[in-house]
């Protein structure tokens, strides 16, 4: 059974920037996508991009290219996003979570983090 | 990219009634790429459909899903206490993947 573990919860100053990891165990994380999403205070699902570990090659979002950086460390099964230019509007809870079949482009998400509330205030 | 609308916003239900929920994507989902995630309150989605109509690992049979193309449905057949949530589509046949804004399943 996979297991996603995000590092705990974040309070940034306004343009600063956020970083978030995901450690992945009891599965393949080299070659199953870890997406990144993210839901404001009361809000829906949002996705902001997703990496292959073993192709180290990202995509994001449209809306949040230029400011999200996503990587990964196969070594410690570790996923990271990096999120610049932190507004109030970025107040959210971030989760990663993992693609139900390897190096695919259409996965649905099988695995979940547990959630990084990440509060945005001066 | 896919916009996905879901009705109602609020559905009122007892527990031991049937509930039924919709999702309408702007164009066609691809293979029915289309997924329902169930979210309780501070606990991250869980995945309960995939492919439109097949369930999940561990997922009680009393949860379907139907649809096609464009319009998508999920059925709870007779309600439990623990089915009382927010409920989530989500296409992933093109990207970006895209969710629906959500439907809240209450308790009447």
């Known amino acids: 059974q996979v297991q996603l573990v995000q590092s705990g919860a974040e309070v940034k100053k306004p343009g600063s920037s956020v970083r978030v990891s995901c450690k992945a165990s009891?599965?393949?994380?080299?070659?199953?996508?870890i997406s990144w999403v993210r839901q404001a205070p009361g809000q829906g699902l949002e996705w902001m991009g997703g990496?292959?570990?073993?192709?180290?090659?990202?995509n994001y979002a449209q809306m949040f290219q230029g400011r999200v950086t996503i990587t990964a460390d196969e070594s410690t099964s570790t996923a990271y996003m990096e999120l610049s230019g932190l507004t109030s509007e970025d107040t959210a809870v971030y989760y990663c979570?993992?693609?139900?079949?390897?190096?695919?482009?259409?996965?649905?998400?099988?695995?979940w983090g547990q959630g990084t509330l990440v509060t945005v205030s001066s | 990219e896919i916009v996905l609308t879901q009705s109602p916003d609020t559905l009122s239900l007892s527990p031991g009634e049937r509930a039924t929920l919709s999702c309408r994507a702007s164009?066609?989902?691809?293979?029915?790429?289309l997924a329902w995630y169930q979210q309780k309150p501070g606990q991250a989605p869980r995945l309960l459909i995939y492919?439109?109509?097949s369930r999940a690992t561990g997922i009680p049979d009393r949860f379907s899903g139907s649809g096609s193309g464009t319009d998508f449905t999920l059925t709870i057949s007779r309600l439990e206490p623990e089915d009382f949530a927010m409920y989530y589509c989500?296409?992933?046949?093109?990207?970006?993947?895209?969710f629906g804004q959500g439907t809240k399943l209450e308790i009447k």
């Open positions: 979570a993992q693609d139900s079949i390897p190096a695919a482009i259409n996965a649905y998400f099988d695995f």
């Open positions: 009891g599965g393949n994380f080299k070659s199953h996508t």
């Open positions: 990496i292959i570990p073993v192709f180290a090659a990202p």
């Open positions: 164009q066609s989902v691809s293979s029915n790429y």
């Open positions: 492919g439109a109509s």
């Open positions: 989500q296409q992933y046949g093109s990207s970006p993947r895209t």
